[in-house]
């Protein structure tokens, strides 16, 4: 069980002030919680980026009707979008925060959907477009300690306003962007999530462990081995299981494969947002060849229905390794035509280069962690920050480049890919005998307590957070998404930048929607 300071609510500000004064740069997580009678609040993640050393705190307020705490966005830059999502699902304001909306539901929607105490039949379903509104609350803190409400403008009635999205290829899903321009140029990005909203968090509190494992495929459906693993490990965390090495060997590989699959796919996307069809085709054509190495052992091609608790689904297939082996002898050329064809197009042209960018500190500070926090400079990966599973036993690099921009963020995912073909070639000779799963019980009832465990996803790091009352179901159950991170980051990549510059951003920080509108 981890660790967990308690904060009470009127020290928080001055404690997390002291904290990000003590070298807690990265917000991790951000947890919204209902503790019933004991009251709601936020369990904080936090890590030291120059040492790994993280702490957990958590405070409560007792007040459930006007439930109210100090906001930390401007400490860490990734707390604003985590702060509105904790105010949508469970209605607490955070006083000082510049924009307190809903960041996914309706603002017509009547309650806290994730309270215990939520009452569905408040919520009929509303055939009406929602008109936008363009204020915004801010909660203010008086010398005296009480606060007031003050209303704030997003965009002026004399500002040019355009949408990109929510139904746009270049979005990348059903995700919409609200734009002022001035000229060409980009004054003000104001983000829309919500389209998709699938309620997977809250419909894990009705479900037993077992059941959760599926619908973490659907989330970054780009990265579904790997958010499996994230829950598997957090879960034999909370109960002492420990899998055995053949286990660890498969889930590597498979990880390894599932990253190479999500960048393939971005590589094509992002071709074809920038007009290259011809490597759009290129980058498809190879995908399918990992989809079929997928099938084979999984069933699935694109939900992989694999890890569970305590081992995989299935022992790999008959020809698995012959197979592995094969493909990637065959993407190694393959990827210097990619280069040939696409890569040396956009250096003659100067595309991409000193577009969007982050820097080292902002990709901190927002947690924007995977190819975007390594094309700022930040070694994020949590395959060397907190080894799992086989990474602490092969060699591989850490892609990182300094310069913050789209080609840098490009750049690093086509090098990912081969540093994931080295960490393959390392462990497919040397799958060790064993079992594939371990004997569980019937009915799994994770002891009480709260726990964290995060993968190295495709996109950067995928978190779980479980707590646990002793019952086979979970209690409360958050997956850290990498793209909320990504997105919260947008407008500060795009401020400044042409409207077609914006295209290209998305591209390369390689966002899933249901990943964020989970």
Known sequence: MDDITIIEPNELRTRMEALRKEGYDF?????????????????????????????????????REQPELSSVYDIWKGAEFNERE???????????HPDMRRLFLRDDWVGYPLRKDFDESLNPLRMTNEEPVDTTKYIEEQHDGSVIEKR????????????????????????????????????????????????????????????TLALTDRLDYLGAHQNRHALCMCIEKAMGVEVGDRVQYIRT??????????????FSCLC???????????????????LDIFEATTGGRLIQNYNTIGGVQADIAPDFVQKVKEFIAYLRPVLKEYHEVFTGNIIAHGRMKGVGILSREDAISFGATGGTGRASGWACDV?????????????????VHTEGDSFARYMVRMAEILESMKIIEQLIDNIPEGAYQQKMKPIIRVPEGSYYAAVEGSRGEFGVFLESHGDKY??????????????????????????ADLIAIGGTVDYVVPDIDR
Not at 171 to 184: A, I, N, Q, Y
Not at 257 to 265: A, E, G, N, P, Y
Not at 384 to 397: C, E, L, Q, T
Request: glycine share 8%; net charge neutral.
């Open 27 to 63: 917000l991790r997580s951000l947890t919204g919680m209902d503790w019933g009678e004991e009251g709601l609040g936020v369990v904080y993640h936090l890590e030291k980026t120059a040492t790994g050393e993280n702490k957990v705190i958590k405070t409560v307020t007792p007040n």
């Open 474 to 499: 979970p209690y409360r159950l958050k997956f850290r998404a990498t793209g909320l991170p990504l997105v919260s980051a947008m407008e500060t990549m795009c401020r400044g930048t042409k409207i």
């Open 272 to 290: 074809m947002d920038l007009g290259a069809l011809t490597a759009f085709f290129y980058g498809f054509r190879d995908r399918e060849r990992i």
């Open 152 to 211: 704030q403008t997003i965009f002026d009635d004399d500002e040019y306003i355009i949408n990109i999205g929510p139904q746009h290829p270049a979005t990348h899903g059903v995700l919409r962007f609200r734009v002022s321009l001035e000229g060409e140029l980009i004054k003000k990005l104001d983000v829309h999530c919500g389209y998709i909203h699938r309620g997977i968090e809250k419909m894990c509190e009705s479900l037993t462990y077992p059941q």
């Open 253 to 266: 590989i498979m990880d390894e494969l599932q990253r190479i699959d999500s960048h393939l796919l971005f």
């Open 383 to 399: 395959r060397k920050r907190h080894p799992y599973a086989m990474y602490d036993k092969v060699d591989f690099k850490e892609i």
């Open 86 to 96: 904790v105010y949508d699902y469970f209605g607490i304001r955070f006083v000082g």
